[in-house]
């Protein structure tokens, strides 16, 4: 994609700075959960352009805008007035807001259509811009744009985030909550504005929501929450224009959507900690260690019940003690070899060093746990060992010694003296 | 609380149910388009009333219907479409009101050849044939035998008008061919961002490239937007025309690069293709709306 | 004659999309039948590529297969891939809104799709499409097919009722009883994806929209049990298409339109006095407690 191609300069120029502006933007109302404003203040700008119309006599894009811009904010005002007055949710304010201002524009449409004014058909598609059809003007509205909610962001950044979390707060430190709330509001209609009149509704709202919502799967910070959904939103429209200019008729707006689409389930899928893989393969590792655990654990109790540390046992003698199925028993001990914790040995296997200790403290935990539920939990006796048998794998030593503490249990501690009732 | 809105609802259900005998009028015709009411208007003679659905600057791909245009339709004994589905879902009603009503397309006496198809698609016909005087005249002649047998007792008028009609836009063809004619061979493209005007093209041995097809829904990308450019540049085309219905949003980005590349191209005016003109304006009728787009074309181009 | 045929067709309307509207307002869904009016593009257009008809049934199979699709994917992002509920709405429906666009750009940009056609309806031409067989006139073909959906919504919606009830106000006790969440879910939004384009061939993408939510929100300010949301909203979908229709006719406007907005002024109302949330009520009770008056 060449660049010297001025419309191509344009178009990626544009949508680099329109996509940092929106995403920011976007940030603020992904964290309060009202993602989808930027869907209903632009559906809501439709009565304002036909009243812009119908009071101008003019097409002129400036009188339209000017319109457009006063009902979004209308409807932002409406729209909060739910939220705050009434027990309405977000979700359905903005379902309420949108449809009945978008009907009113539409009625108004008709009455347009009605009267005699003259050329007035598509007059909302004087509005719903293309991303192919950028112009040098775009770029310097886009760049004000942005500059303009950069900077603001930058000052205004704790208390923005402030404004999100925890609005109380902020009022009780003094600080002048409606001020800020009308800067967010102010930055989200005049971002919806400029973006609509280039790019259209859809991308629009697209732009407002996806970088956040990926981004958020990458960080708890806040800070690089903003940062990662601008650099999503910048390259989803560098590489949507990209892809619109290896063919004729493929859209652009519409690619940078996708692009972004893909952004979000490469997210969803890989980012490290909140990601689906990296919760699948957590759950995976947990299992095999908690079946490792058990199966070592099963073993210390058969060795330490004869009281020989270094008994090589057999396979048929485990299995006297302890049921299980060929595969998950020949699985349990992989897994426990693997970890260390089982040798092979002569005649069957054996505890290792590493795995007698473990076995001691799993059992250690879980008659800790037993007393502890019999104990400051009241919890019958009968009940005490299912828990157990859970939450032996998940005690920290942190948490061993807390217990311990609860208890007033001497620091050696052993579990023989104890009741240990099997279920 | 609940029975006070129940016992309103009910009231004002039973008077909408008490039987409203609708008239029918039957010394109207009732057309969709601007365009295809004023070519009606002139078929006719001034006993029949002509009632038009889409006023002036109305695009049929966005006409939104209102409660007295439905009276109108259900009134109407004789309805006159443009055809080629350019009205869309209410033409398809419509059409299926044919029986207990007249229903006639204008462009239902066309042949296969003079209807302009797109790539592929059988059902996909180009509507847009009144660029071409020729296939009105063609319609209008054919479509004057219907109205005749509609109303028989007018029928000398009819006739006399749909003729001297013909005749007028005869004079309207051959007035246009030489406006357009004196654009020469090679500055003879029209650039506009929708597809209307292809019967223009071929009636005129014009050549005609736009941003964006037929539809509405469409979007063009950015390498269509590049390839226009190109080609604008390459064939240093004079002007390029803004539609009065559409937004000019695109050919003004495209006459920004091309400018950029070093290549002056103006902006020759705004054409009328979906509808008529405003009341004010010369293109207030379909002559009136030929011939102005013929004057711009011509203007911008030859110079 | 027509205009109770329009009066009813708006009101089946309001009552199909308002039963289960009342659902996805307690889900906290609201904004999904604008999702859906926006996400069935690619599957009308993919129908239409098929069948290369404008008329064909295939088209609204289409769009309702990829009204179920959408709410598929929003689940998933929801409950599986952990993304806040309104995110996972916006995500899903602009994908699946710029694939239709490609796809009509690409493949039919040199057809007049309009797939305007399938989902901006128009309430007022419902009197005239008939259903005419044998020279016998049935009436109205949208009316049929909109109260033949309704009965089918009613009576799924009343067996499934205790299920859906339990798992709009209180999931998790449900899933502690062992009740399939899941499965009362995706009957609902696929009940919901049929309904709304089934509706949007008939009344438009803007008054379904606004059906399924508006007289809802407003019933339930006014309720206090589920059932009594049900009835209200009923009613007041009842009064919406009545007088929204006489409005219409009053003002010569969109007659979708205008029962739109009919539905949002008894909202408005609603919101301003009803006897638990109003504010007009707490606005005059705060000044009742005003320092100057004595208790």
């Known amino acids: 994609m060449s660049l010297r191609e001025p419309s191509v300069r344009y178009v990626v120029l544009s949508c680099i700075l329109l996509g940092a502006a929106a995403s920011t933007v976007g940030v603020f109302g992904f964290l309060r959960k009202r993602s989808l404003v930027g869907e209903t203040v632009a559906h809501s700008m439709l009565p304002g352009i036909g009243l812009a119309f119908i009071l101008s006599g003019s097409r002129d894009p400036l009188f339209l805008v000017t319109g457009a811009v006063i009902t979004g904010w209308m409807s932002m005002g409406f729209m909060n007035w739910l939220i705050k007055k009434g027990p309405i949710k977000v979700d359905l304010a903005l379902a309420i807001t949108l449809t009945g201002f978008f009907a009113i524009g539409i ?89 609509i009149k280039a ?15 990926a981004a ?90 004869g009281k020989e540390r270094n008994r090589s046992i057999t396979k048929s003698e485990f299995l006297t003690h302890f049921h299980y199925n060929t595969r998950s028993f020949i699985r349990s001990l992989r897994l426990s070899v693997s970890k260390g914790w089982i040798l092979p040995a002569v005649d069957g296997m054996k505890l290792s060093q590493k795995g007698f200790a473990k076995g001691e403290e799993l059992n250690r935990l879980h008659r800790l746990w037993e007393i502890y539920l019999a104990r400051k939990a009241q919890t019958p006796l009968e009940k005490v060992h299912h828990s157990a048998e859970i939450i032996e794998h998940i005690l920290t030593p942190e948490l061993e010694a807390e217990i311990r503490l609860e208890l007033d249990l001497c620091d050696n501690f052993s579990p023989q003296n104890e009741i240990h009732i099997k279920a | 609380m609940k029975k006070i809105f129940l016992l309103l609802a009910l009231i004002a259900l039973f008077f909408g149910c008490k039987n409203e005998q609708a008239q029918t009028k039957s010394n109207s015709i009732l057309t969709t388009t601007s365009i295809l009411g004023d070519i009606i208007r002139n078929m006719v003679p001034e006993e029949i009333e002509v009632i038009n659905l889409m006023g002036p600057g109305t695009d049929p791909h966005l006409y939104k219907a209102s409660p007295s245009d439905y009276v109108h339709i259900r009134e109407a004994q004789f309805i ?125 041995q014009y050549e005609v490239r736009s941003l964006q097809g037929f539809s509405t829904a469409a979007e063009f990308g950015l390498k269509d937007v590049t390839a226009l450019v190109d080609f604008i540049i390459d064939r240093k085309v004079p002007a390029i025309f803004v539609e009065n219905i559409v937004s000019d949003q695109a050919l003004k980005a495209v006459q920004a690069a091309c400018q950029e590349r070093g290549f002056e191209v103006a902006l020759g005016g705004s054409l009328f293709t979906d509808a008529l003109g405003n009341e004010n304006t010369k293109a207030n009728t379909y002559e009136g709306m030929i ?13 | ?86 995110a996972s709405v916006g995500t899903s429906f602009t994908l699946f809104f710029s694939i239709g666009i490609i796809l ?153 339109a205008t029962m739109c907005v009919v539905a949002l002024i008894q909202f408005v109302i609603s919101f301003l006095i009803n006897p638990r949330h109003g504010v007009l009520k707490r606005w005059i009770y705060k000044a009742h407690l005003s320092p100057h008056k004595p208790i």
Not at chain 3, 58 to 69: D, H, P, R, S
Not at chain 3, 158 to 171: D, E, H, P, Q, V
Request: with cysteine.
């Open chain 1, 199 to 213: 790019v259209g509704i859809v991308l629009m709202a697209a732009l407002m929501i996806i970088p956040a919502a």
């Open chain 1, 107 to 195: 009625g108004l449409m008709t009455f347009i259509q009605r009267g005699s004014f003259g050329d007035h058909s598509g007059l909302d598609h004087y509005i719903f811009g293309r991303a192919a059809a950028m112009d040098p003007k775009d770029i310097k509205v886009f760049g004000g744009l942005a500059v303009f909610v950069f900077v603001s962001v930058l000052l205004l950044f704790k208390e923005f985030m402030g404004l999100c979390f925890n609005r109380e707060y902020l009022s009780v430190l003094g600080l002048p909550v409606r001020f800020l709330e009308f800067a967010i509001s102010f930055l989200t209609i005049l971002a919806i504005s400029s973006g």
């Open chain 3, 1 to 86: 004659m027509d205009a109770v045929f329009i009066i009813l067709t708006g009101t089946l309307v309001a009552w199909l999309c308002g039963i289960l509207g009342v659902f996805i307002v307690l889900r906290k869904l609201s904004m999904l039948g604008d999702a859906i009016s926006h996400a069935v593009l690619p599957g009308i257009v993919i129908a239409y590529l098929i069948s290369g008809d404008r008329s064909s049934p295939l088209l609204f199979m289409g769009a309702a297969l990829f009204g179920v699709a959408v709410t598929v994917l929003i689940e998933f992002l929801n409950k599986k891939a952990a993304m806040q509920s309104d």
């Open chain 2, 80 to 204: 006159v479409l443009s055809g080629l589905h350019l009205e869309g879902k209410m033409a398809e009603v419509i059409l299926g009101l044919d029986g207990e009503k007249k229903v006639k397309e204008l462009t239902s006496s066309m042949t296969t050849e003079q209807i302009i198809n797109s790539d592929g698609f059988a059902d996909g016909h180009d509507p847009h044939v009144w660029m071409d005087v020729e296939i009105v005249r063609w319609c209008v002649l054919k479509l004057k035998t219907d109205l005749i047998k509609w109303f028989p007792e007018h029928r000398k008028a009819i006739n006399e008008r749909s003729e001297a009609y013909i005749l007028k836009l005869g004079r309207l063809n051959r007035e246009v061919l030489s406006i357009l004619n004196e654009v020469p061979a090679e500055r003879r493209i029209i650039v506009t961002s929708h597809d209307a005007l292809n019967y223009f093209a071929r009636a005129y």
């Open chain 1, 216 to 305: 958020r799967y990458w960080t708890g910070s806040l800070r690089v929450l903003v940062a990662l959904s601008v650099a999503f939103g910048v390259t989803a429209g560098i590489l949507g224009a990209y892809i619109s200019f290896q063919a004729r008729s493929l859209p652009t707006g519409p690619f940078i959507v996708i692009v972004l689409a893909v952004i979000t389930a490469v997210s969803v899928i890989f980012a490290p900690e909140r990601g689906l893989f990296s919760r699948w393969s957590k759950r995976r590792r947990l299992k095999r260690r908690v079946l490792a655990e058990n199966f070592v654990k099963e073993v210390y109790q058969i060795v330490e019940f």
């Open chain 3, 104 to 256: 009509v750009s690409l493949l039919a940009s040199r057809v007049d799709i309009d797939a305007d056609c399938v989902l901006h309806g128009e309430i007022g031409l419902v009197p005239f499409d008939r259903i005419v067989t044998n020279g016998i006139d049935f009436g109205p073909r949208q009316l049929w097919i909109i109260g033949v959906s309704f009965i089918v919504v009613t009576i799924v919606l009343i067996w499934a009722y205790k299920g859906l009830y339990l798992t709009s106000f209180n999931s998790e006790f449900a899933a502690s009883l062992g009740v399939g969440i899941a499965g009362w879910h995706y009957l609902l939004m696929s009940s919901v994806s049929l309904a709304t384009v089934v509706s949007f061939e008939a009344v438009g993408a803007i008054l379904v929209v606004g059906f399924l939510v508006i007289p809802p929100a407003s019933a339930w300010l006014w309720s206090r049990r589920l059932n009594e949301m049900i009835v209200l909203t009923l009613i007041m979908g009842l009064v919406s298409s009545v007088c929204g229709y006489y409005l219409a006719v009053l003002l010569d406007s969109s007659i979708a």
């Open chain 2, 291 to 303: 011939r102005a787009n013929a004057i711009t074309i011509s203007h911008a181009l030859k110079n």
